[in-house]
């Protein structure tokens, strides 16, 4: 029988049809859905964005061990929900008005589910109206704003505003994208900053208290 650490090992090598089948034979030995994703997708995709912070592996190689963890997911959601299980902390990310670039939204949106989060994806151009409506709607405990252009900072700062106004409960609010800057989200005053999509896991972990 395969143990939880082969399948740690299959996500952090993107081996899709080996995760798939690992998850399948765990089930089939009795494993709890919760513990595959705790402790076999959850420490998989771990290792991935601690290698993708050492320049170890790079985007394609974060890709490939997401989309694995994807399937994986696609089998275990449905069971998880079933049980009344699901993720503790849910997280908005978007992409913010002006700007429809979607890469590195949709790398941290991927990573966020590897580290069990709870994930709803508002695309690109996102008005910070919709924004806050769908924190309102979700309540959500961390907000993710990127932008790809300096053109499009002004509408980050904005929906930074317009978010903290609301005065939403048990809400952090994190930015990033190339031209976003530790000195930026201070002054505006996002909760958090993250260069890249492995810090993302770790910044939106010590936000909602959790142990990075």
Known sequence: MPQLTDLTAAVA??????????TQELLAAGIGPEAIVEKGLVPGMAIVGDQFKRNEIFVPEMLVAARAMKEALKILEPLLATAGIKPKYTALIGT?????????KNLISMMWRGANFAVVDLG??????RYLAAAQEHKANIIGLSALLTTTMPAMKETVRILKAAGLPNMKIMIGGAPITQAFADDI????YAA???TAVDVAKRLVGEAA
């Open 13 to 22: 090598a993107g081996k899709r049809t080996d995760t798939v089948r690992i």
């Open 96 to 104: 913010v008005q002006g700007d429809l670039h979607d890469i590195g």
């Open 124 to 129: 690109t151009n996102v008005s910070p109206e």
């Open 189 to 192: 005053g996002a909760d958090g």
């Open 196 to 198: 890249d999509a492995g």
